[in-house]
Nanobody, 116 residues
Framework: EVQLVESGGGLVQPGGSLRLSCEAS????????MYWVRQAPGKGLEWVSTINNGGDITRYADAVKGRFTISRNNAKNTVYLQMNSLKPEDTAVYYC?????????RGQGTQVTVSS
């Protein structure tokens, strides 16, 4: 059974930083690209970032480019999202997933709230 457990969210002031983690199990983590997606209140899922299975190729949505950094540790089956210079519009529930299709598994998510 695929399990994804996101953590690290919280309440932060604009300009602050958070580091999200996602621990995966139930599949061969090192064989999959991993994605972070987010869902803001009242909106649909938005792709945030991608990292390939080896960890040497990354991609970012324009909205987060230059502020967020995705990384992974295949020995720990964990993917990370370092978020700097946070803005109120980054407020959302953040999920990690090994796929972007409608049926791709996700965890329970971690809430990120950026507010003064």
């Amino acid at each position: 059974e695929v399990q994804l457990v996101e953590s690290g969210g919280g309440l932060v002031q604009p300009g602050g930083s958070l580091r999200l983690s996602c621990e995966a199990s139930g599949f061969t983590f090192s064989g999959y690209a991993m994605y972070w997606v987010r869902q803001a209140p009242g909106k649909g899922l938005e792709w945030v970032s991608t990292i390939n299975n080896g960890g040497d190729i990354t991609r970012y949505a324009d909205a987060v480019k230059g502020r967020f950094t995705i990384s992974r540790n295949n020995a720990k089956n964990t993917v990370y999202l370092q978020m700097n210079s946070l803005k109120p519009e980054d407020t959302a529930v953040y999920y990690c997933t090994p796929g972007l299709g409608d049926s791709a598994p996700r965890g329970q998510g971690t809430q990120v709230t950026v507010s003064s």
